[in-house]
């Protein structure tokens, strides 16, 4: 079962279709219109909004960037403000931080 389907991913790539294609409505546009703007095809803009799980993250990307809202791609993954992964550096931070002792010059 190495390709065993996943729900909650399924079920997120389909909200994210269902809103991608909300955005497009909201701004009267047709699958033709924006698949011209983000240039493809009106079969990739179906399966954006369809939540193919197979549609590749730039066609994303492509109708954040016709729809404005390029910016909320990056804030995707928000590193600071990652709260598990800060959790986990902080586990790994030393107890005690000592000063570095000064190499002292060999005598001759």
Known sequence: ???APNISIDRALQELGQSIEL???RRAMS??????RMGVSVSTVRRLEDGHSGTALTYLASALQVFGDLEK???LLDTPTDSVGLA?????LPKRIYSKRRKVPKAF
């Open 1 to 3: 079962m190495a390709n």
């Open 31 to 36: 699958q033709s219109d924006l698949a011209s």
């Open 73 to 75: 791609l990056r804030l």
């Open 23 to 25: 955005a497009r409505r």
């Open 88 to 92: 986990l550096m902080d586990a790994e």
